[in-house]
């Protein structure tokens, strides 16, 4: 059982590059979301989806675009990367009815934008 | 606008020593309040408290709730090595979006 799977595990850009990081999860979960965490200020929402064909923003979208055509996958788009990117990235899931109780997180990505 | 104040931002204390690590919170319709460990990589689940009062219990680990004061605190005795971890905080409100406190950075030293 794979849980939440996120690749890659790195990844350098250029300033204007694009690109997609990838999550997919296996357990059916409905609910999944995208995080940021910079160093002192703990996790933030990008995106979030509920299910399948429905997304909405966060509180920090800007530069990112996400889709949900499947319950299992839910990628994540850097539109023109910047610096301001830098980050370290988690996809995290949870089923609808325990939503509550917290979320299986990916092992994150770590994103340098030069 | 919700909110979740973790303190302190890092502690360091020897090997067996107690800690206790706050997290305060201001948050519309409250569900739960979560606690986090995060290591090297990803954050893994340590509990869930939605009722005041009631100590969750894990080994050396405990937390507890109070929805009066809009706070909870995690307790760790007998602090081992590998209790060396960033702690979160989290709260589940409206709109299935969890807030985020910063974290709080534990360091143990042998």
């Known amino acids: 059982n794979a849980g939440v799977t996120q690749t890659p595990k790195f990844q350098v850009l250029k300033t204007g590059q694009s690109m997609t990081l990838q999550c997919a999860q296996d357990m059916n979960h409905e609910y999944m979301s995208w995080y940021r965490q910079d160093p002192g200020m703990g996790l933030r929402l990008i995106h979030y989806?509920?299910?399948?064909?429905?997304?909405d923003q966060g509180e920090v979208p800007n530069g990112y675009n996400v889709s949900r055509s499947t319950t299992e996958d839910f990628p994540l788009r850097l539109l023109s990367a910047a610096p301001s990117q830098t980050s370290v990235y988690f996809c995290?899931?949870?089923?609808?009815?325990?939503?509550?109780?917290?979320?299986?997180f990916g092992s994150g990505t770590r994103l340098t934008v030069v | 606008e919700d909110k979740v104040v973790q303190s302190p931002l890092s502690l360091v204390v020897h090997e067996g020593d107690t800690v206790t690590l706050n997290c305060s919170y201001e948050?519309?319709?409250?569900?739960?309040l979560l606690w986090y460990k995060q290591e090297k990589k990803a954050p893994t689940f340590l509990f869930m408290l939605?009722?005041s009062g009631i100590e969750k219990k894990s080994g050396r680990l405990s937390s507890i709730l109070d929805k009066k004061e809009l706070f909870s605190i995690l307790n760790i005795t007998a602090t081992q090595t590998g209790d060396s971890a960033i702690y979160l905080c989290a709260v589940a409100g409206s709109n299935y979006q969890l807030i985020w406190g910063a974290g709080t950075k534990l360091i143990i030293k042998p």
């Open positions: 939605t009722s």
């Open positions: 995290a899931s949870s089923s609808g009815a325990g939503l509550w109780y917290g979320y299986t």
């Open positions: 989806s509920v299910g399948a064909g429905i997304t």
């Open positions: 948050v519309t319709n409250f569900r739960s």
